[in-house]
């Protein structure tokens, strides 16, 4: 059982930065395709970006050029640095894990991953 906790949300201004930090408790190396999801009030969770075990990242265009996925093997930890912004980028956002080195065709279907955090609220005002 693979036990995921985000941190690093917060509020801040339209054009600021956050970056997102998702702390396994066990080893989640190559093995696993790790993401980021995020859920908006009265909105369905949707996908924000994956990474591959190997290291293959994947970024929804509305993130594109702004949120860059990252992982660090060596302490199990998913990151996502988010730059630029807006509020429509309010949400919840959670981590979640699968036992899949690729993530692939359903990299940001929800119903696809094992192990999920408990989320972490971020707040963009303008």
């Known amino acids: 059982q693979v036990q995921l906790v985000e941190s690093g949300g917060g509020s801040v201004q339209a054009g600021g930065s956050l970056r997102l930090s998702c702390a396994a408790s066990?080893?989640?190396?190559?093995?696993?395709?790790m993401a980021w999801f995020r859920q908006a009030p009265g909105n369905e969770r949707e996908g924000v970006a994956a990474?591959?075990?190997?290291?293959?990242?994947y970024h929804v265009d509305s993130v594109k050029g702004r949120f860059t996925v990252s992982r660090d093997s060596t302490n199990n930890t998913l990151y996502l640095q988010m730059n630029s912004l807006k509020t429509e980028d309010t949400a919840m956002y959670y981590c979640?894990?699968?036992?899949?080195?690729?993530?692939?065709?359903?990299?940001?279907?929800?119903?696809?991953?094992?192990?999920w955090g408990q989320g972490t609220q971020v707040t963009v005002s303008s």
């Open positions: 979640a894990a699968k036992p899949k080195t690729w993530c692939g065709a359903g990299r940001f279907s929800a119903e696809t991953y094992n192990y």
């Open positions: 990474i591959n075990g190997d290291g293959d990242r």
């Open positions: 066990s080893y989640t190396g190559r093995n696993y395709c």
